[in-house]
């Protein structure tokens, strides 16, 4: 995602729009510039590559400017290149910043073109700059030409603007894609996030939907998406340095644990406009690879394989094509049938796993895969660098060894790329539309599982002398139950292993007595008969039953099962939803057993060898 800086003062802005894309650089990027403005006119620097290389410029040529706009740019439209980053200029007077994606540029470029508009860059962002400049040109005002320009606009947009015959006033505009306003004195600012703008206020303004802001010296204006004045609410943040401090949390993990729906709503923000996913977050390959999609392979290890797992059911069920997933360290030793038309698909929090790598190297190396896809959560990895197709999972730093946010986002992105693919192969206008609406409930739902800590804590208390453990689940919450499993044994050292409810029979039963705990995962499904049967399996041979089950699943408490409730969830998510129980479960039988939680041994958080 890229990411916005503005600034309007009564002093030099470059040092601090520099400073705010270097805070920034975490959201991943190809290129970057700024523009300001000041007595001369307007002045613009754009480099590829880090923002290293823009600051060296601009103290080679130095710009300086009460007003100004900079940004980082991971393409969307247009390869890496410096005519494609931003900012944009329209005739010589407009500049603008953009994250998102514009789904209508193509007509309204053939518009611009025949009002005798010329076009320096391939990005949808150009029109944009263009728009305004129209507007301008028919007399209005910067607010009223962004106002005139952004009903024009069908996508997903969070976008500054300067003009520079109007050296008084930064406009700013959201829809979708996320952007803050910070509050100074005699000085304000506006961001795609607050950590760009930390060294310079900690009051912010968070833009709503639809959202229209005119940004002065002394005055900041916020317009809905009617057009009328509104207030929002200016808020103190205490933030410093969110990754790398636990905060109140006892441990990273429990802190991270609770950032998964804020974490969520970051995967989510700029990539879904009206309903539907914007088929261009994957990158300017999106279309043609999309296009050949017959099937999907999905690599990864650990968390990232059981995410892969979970997805194998969306790609199949929701999306209708065939789906095969595999350990990356058993993918690159042994022989292939690819089917035709495959899309090859890695899964890495960190992009650097080293048998991760060495698939896509053997998949690329095949030459028989449509293109290759990086579900990833750090920007400049070596996966996201060597994959033609990237959608980061934009959790933030994850510093607990054992992953908790970084899988659930991964699942969400991968919802995502179902989706796409889906909608290649017959997913319907209103299906997707739901799926949509079920993703965008997540972090609430999150939420709700979150006020369940205490509870879960104290069902903790019953497995801190035990050795063993069963994870139960059917259909896509088996690798649910088998990430449970995982979780367990990571940090709190205790055995566990994971098992298709349906096999109870073919074996695991036999381990079943009143020593060995039996977690289930319950959602109110289709196999919801099926793993009540098993439950009973469990229960008649002296089992010990701890059951997280959907509230309209209607499974009761008594002797030999504890359940706890979850609200009510749509089948499609629901096992992002119940795996956040599990990771709770954990980490409480972890700190009851005094384990190290955050670096459990002999685990790394990157498995960069063999």
Known sequence: MCGIIGAIAQRNVSPILLEGLKRLEYRGYDSAGIAVINARGLARIRKVGKVSQLGAALEAAPLEGSLGIAHTRWATHGVPAENNAHPHISSDRVAVVHNGIIENHAELKQQQLRAGFKFTSETDTEVIAHQVAYYLGRGHDLLAAVQRTVADLHGAYAIGVVDQYDPDRLVAARKGSPLVIGIGIGEHFVASDIQALLPVTQRFIYLENGDIAE????????????????????????????GAERGAFRHFMLKEIHEQPQAIANTLEG????????EEILGPAADRILARTEAVQLVACGTSYHAGLVAKYWFEELAGVPCQVEIASEFRYRKHVVLPGSLFISISQSGETADTLAALALAKEQRQYTGSLAICNVPESSLVRESELALM???????????????????????????????????SVSMEASLVEQLQRLPAHIEHVLRLDADIARLAEDYADKQHALF??????????????????????????????????????ALVDANMPVIAVAPNNELLEKLRSNLEEVRSRGGQLYVFADADAKIISDKGMRVLEIAPAAEAVAPIIFTVPLQLLAYHTAVLKGTDVDQPRNLAKSVTVE
């Open 271 to 278: 990539r879904i406009a009206d309903g539907r996913v914007l």
């Open 215 to 242: 940004l002065r010296l002394d005055t900041v204006t916020v317009y809905d998406a009617k057009g009328t004045p509104t207030t929002r609410p200016v808020k103190l943040s205490e933030l410093a340095s969110a």
């Open 472 to 509: 139960l689940g059917r259909g896509s919450h088996y690798p649910i139950a088998m990430e449970g499993a995982l979780k367990l044994k990571e940090i709190s050292y205790i055995h566990a292993e994971a098992y298709a409810a349906g096999e109870l029979k073919h074996g695991p039963l």
């Open 393 to 427: 999972t934009y959790a933030g730093a994850e510093i607990g060894v054992a992953s908790t946010k970084a899988f659930t986002t991964q699942l969400t992105a991968l919802m995502l790329v179902a989706i796409l693919v889906g909608r290649r192969h017959g997913l």
